[in-house]
C-alpha cells in the first residue's frame, strides 16, 4: 500500500525507472510516443487505444477532456522519468500513471519484441509541501539530464526546460508552469535561479532519496 495518500489540488512528484535499471527508451521514437502517451491518457472520459486515436477528427479529441493531472514539468532520461504533477481529479495520479505505464509497456515490448515488465515497480510519488521546495524541485526536473550528466546522451533526453525558458512561451504541454513562472520576471530569470539551484541540489543530503542513478 502506498505510504502517502495523493490528494486533488496537491503537487507531487512522480518517477520510477527500467526494471534493473534497463533503458525506456532506446530512441526519440520512443520518447515520442512516450509524450504522446502522456497526452492522450490524461483525461476523464474512456480511451481506446492511441492507433484509433490517431484517427479521431481533432475537434472530437478536444471536445471535453477534462484532465486527471496537471502537468508542473517533466523530464525523460535513457532510463527513468520525472514528472512534477498536481491532482485534478479523483485518483487522477495513480489512474494516469496506471494507464501510461500499460499502454507504453505494451507498445515497447512490442516494438523492441520483448516481453514482461518494463518500469520497476509501482511509480513514486512525493508529497511537494512547500512553495519553495517547488521551485527548486522544478530545477532539479527541467535540468535532470545535467544532474545525471548524460554527456552524448543528451539528444535521448527531453524536458520542460524550454518551455520555462523561450519567453514564457504560451505553447506549452506543462499546462500548470505558472505555478513556478508567477514567482519570475521572465524565462532568462528562471533560467539563472535554476541553474544556480542545480549546484546546490546535487549536494544535498534530501534531495539524494529523489534521484535515480
Known amino acids: 500500500m502506498r ?6 489540488g496537491e503537487y507531487y512528484h512522480i518517477f520510477n525507472r527500467g526494471v534493473d535499471k534497463r533503458e525506456i527508451f532506446s530512441d526519440q521514437l520512443d520518447m ?3 509524450l504522446q502517451s502522456m497526452d492522450e491518457f490524461n483525461t476523464l472520459d ?14 472530437e479529441k478536444n471536445k471535453s477532456k477534462k484532465k486527471l493531472v496537471g502537468f508542473v ?14 491532482q485534478t481529479a ?16 505494451k507498445y515497447f515490448n512490442k ?29 532539479y526536473v527541467n535540468l535532470n539530464d545535467r544532474v545525471h550528466s548524460l554527456g552524448n546522451l543528451v539528444s535521448k533526453s527531453i524536458s520542460s526546460w524550454r518551455e520555462y525558458t523561450d519567453n514564457f512561451s504560451e505553447k506549452t504541454f506543462c499546462g500548470e508552469k505558472r505555478v513556478i513562472l508567477d514567482d519570475f520576471k521572465n524565462g532568462e ?11 546546490s541540489i546535487k549536494d544535498k543530503k534530501e534531495m539524494e532519496k529523489l534521484i535515480i542513478e
Open 111 to 139: 516494438r523492441h519484441e520483448r516481453s514482461g515488465s518494463l518500469f520497476q515497480g509501482t511509480f513514486k510519488a512525493v508529497h511537494i509541501k512547500t512553495n519553495s521546495y517547488l521551485l527548486h524541485l522544478s530545477a
Open 90 to 105: 479523483e485518483q487522477g495520479i495513480e489512474k494516469f500513471m496506471h494507464r501510461l505505464g500499460i499502454g507504453y509497456t
Open 3 to 8: 505510504k502517502i495518500q495523493l490528494a486533488e
Open 189 to 199: 530569470d528562471y533560467r539563472k535561479f535554476a541553474e544556480e539551484s542545480l549546484v
Open 32 to 34: 515520442r510516443r512516450f
Open 46 to 59: 474512456p480511451i481506446g487505444s492511441i492507433y484509433e486515436n490517431f484517427f479521431r477528427d481533432r475537434k
Open 73 to 86: 514539468c517533466f523530464c525523460l532520461n535513457p532510463n527513468h522519468y520525472h514528472f512534477i504533477l498536481k
